[in-house]
């Protein structure tokens, strides 16, 4: 599925929002309204935000010939095994249990991370500060809820929906597929 064809599934759980009493204020220029006091994410922002992702990770890899660390972290045990399946097929270093304060700077930062690809920017500000402290760009799902102040490139999407963290993750995983695979086939020419 690319970025220009949705399923009628994805529009679904993509465009769910939270209680309009829950939205972040910064987060109203990413709704269409409201219904039943519940708050609707506008899909074209959706779609316009994993387009800027793609376009982002091809140029980054383009840049550094393909020799680049995306680091997927899921904090969420319910989607842990596609985060981590994604990764591993894409050939990207991952974290999917407790994250402890000063892992990126201290541990992490030894293989030295280009891009983070965090599946759920909410209740995951000290890894965000840890990135902003490093001037690792950020990846992320933002919900209305959520603020977007420290994510790079935040794509807006429903973050509570199962399918839609498998399907973005995929999108990821895929995106820096078909950009190793371009670098490689070009080195070859």
Not at 160 to 179: A, P, Y
Request: include cysteine; glycine fraction near 4%.
């Amino acid at each position: 599925m690319g970025v220009k064809t949705f399923s009628k599934d994805f529009l679904f759980y993509a465009s769910l929002g939270h209680k309009s009493e829950a939205v972040d204020p910064k987060g109203y220029a990413n709704l269409v309204g409201f219904r039943n006091n519940t708050s609707i994410l506008n899909i074209e922002k959706t779609r316009e935000s994993l387009f800027l992702t793609s376009m982002f990770v091809k140029s980054i890899f383009s840049k550094k010939k393909g020799k680049v660390s995306v680091l997927f972290l899921n904090l969420s045990e319910e989607s842990n095994v596609v985060t981590k399946a994604c990764a591993f097929k894409s050939v990207q270093p991952f974290f999917v249990k407790n994250w402890f304060s000063g892992a990126l700077t201290n541990v992490l930062l030894k293989d030295k991370v280009d891009v983070i690809f965090l599946l759920s920017s909410k209740d995951n500000n000290f890894i965000l500060q840890e990135a902003q402290k490093l001037n690792i760009p950020v990846i992320a799902l933002v919900d209305s809820d959520t603020s977007s102040n420290m994510v790079t490139f935040p794509i807006w999407a429903n973050d509570n929906s199962l399918e839609l963290q498998h399907f973005v993750t995929k999108f990821i995983s895929d995106t820096i597929i078909e950009t190793q695979l371009m670098t490689y086939g070009l080195d070859c020419v």
